[in-house]
């Protein structure tokens, strides 16, 4: 089976702990076991039993999980290592060769290349940056037919940090409904939005939805590798007996810490944190942009921990980000990973004094051009 390789991925694989400024992670500044937890809790640890425990997951820690989705029970919750798991068991059990997927551009590009060495056609609609990174519904309605299995969307987006509004996820739904598909969200960004309160996940609007989240991005612990799956029991049932040929379960350890994250003034807490660094970075960035607002287009993202950006100047992104990670160790995301040359993608979670180093770079690399 051949597959493409997964370019955004790669690059950060490759170069992330060789470069002085990473500005490639699109999550949020990582805690320290020290930082999350009291010592009594580091304590409890030091006695878990280190077995497999559940292989779809602990009780408490699906329950927990459940309790974010309305009318969700444990059993419509599969714990996988990370989001990325998450999104290659659902699209596993999902597709057939010869199906077709209706997916939003751009996306983290995992379910992109993974969909189409399954054999599946996978039919891009493109968010519009005239539309402040907005969908055209009618360009999803004119993707749907009857070999449609899932609209897989990625809210809120990466790499534009846009979030779908209420109104608009509801005609999505619709748009299944009506051609006999599902909506599939992969939705690990969801809770660090930055003006706007928590928005709602594709479950609470549609009980046939199925979305992947996790704590490595809005909840800031990739080092956990804890995602999920919520989806109707039947989906679930099938995503777990696949996950026996993957990974069989996740780290028990992890798991027990995931539990307390979850706990709702704690999980708060944590995106309270988020938000509030991402604000401020946010502002720094935009001042940064606003020196040089000659070269540049950008519409703010909405959530998430990146920004995503166009320049005018005439040099290929990769090519750019290449020189600014050989001559200056940064490393960028180029827009070429999402086959969208001349933009950048830039992440916006980090501590600002090291933001504010990576910009320092990127600016005066721009003003040699
Ligand atoms: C949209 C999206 N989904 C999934 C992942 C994978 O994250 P993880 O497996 O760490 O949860 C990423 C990572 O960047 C992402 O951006």
Redesign the pocket.
């Known amino acids: 089976m051949h597959i493409e390789t997964f370019e955004l991925e790669r690059m950060q694989s490759l170069w992330e702990n060789l470069v002085e400024l990473n500005l490639t992670e699109?999550g949020i500044h990582p805690f320290t076991l020290r930082e999350l937890l009291s010592e009594e809790e580091i304590d409890e640890l030091l006695d878990v039993r280190l077995g497999y425990g559940w292989t779809n997951g602990e009780p408490d820690l699906r329950n927990a999980i459940a309790a974010y989705y309305p009318g969700a029970t444990a059993d419509n919750v599969l714990v996988t290592n990370?989001?990325?798991?998450a999104?290659f068991l659902a699209m596993w059990s999902m597709l057939e060769p010869g199906d077709e997927i209706v997916l939003m551009l751009p996306n983290?590009m995992?379910i992109w290349g993974l969909a189409r060495s399954l054999g599946v056609e996978v039919k891009p609609f493109y968010l519009r940056e005239d539309h402040g990174w907005a969908p055209d519904l009618d360009e999803i309605r004119g993707l749907v037919s009857s070999k449609t299995r899932a609209i897989v969307m990625?809210n809120p987006n990466?790499p534009t940090g846009a979030v779908l509004d209420h109104s608009t996820m509801k005609e999505i739904v619709a748009i299944a409904r009506d051609a006999d598909a599902i909506v599939y969200a992969?939705e690990?960004?969801k809770g660090v939005e930055l003006n706007s309160a928590e928005g709602p996940s594709f479950r609470d609007l549609d009980d046939r939805a199925i979305v992947?989240a996790?704590l490595?991005?809005a909840l800031a612990h990739?080092g956990l590798?804890i995602?999920w799956l919520v989806g109707p029991e039947e989906f679930i049932a099938e995503a777990w007996h696949r996950n026996d040929y993957t990974t069989i379960t996740t780290s028990i350890l992890s798991e027990h810490v995931a539990t307390k994250i979850l706990e709702p003034a704690r999980r708060q807490a944590i995106l309270d944190r988020n938000r509030s660094m991402l604000r401020e970075n946010l502002a720094l960035l935009q001042d940064w942009i606003d020196q040089r607002r000659q070269h540049f287009r950008f519409v703010p993202p909405q959530a998430g921990g990146m920004a995503f950006l166009h320049y005018d100047h005439d040099i290929n992104s990769t090519a750019f980000t290449t020189r600014l990670r050989d001559e200056r160790s940064l490393l960028v995301l180029p827009g070429d990973v999402y086959g969208m040359d001349h933009y950048l993608r830039l992440g916006i979670g980090e501590r600002s004094d090291y933001l504010l180093s990576g910009l320092e770079r990127l600016g005066q690399a721009f003003d040699e051009l």
Not at 82 to 85: F, I, K, L, R, V
């Open positions: 699109s990370g989001s990325a798991e999104n983290y995992q990625c990466n992969d690990v960004y992947a996790g490595s991005k990739p590798r995602g």
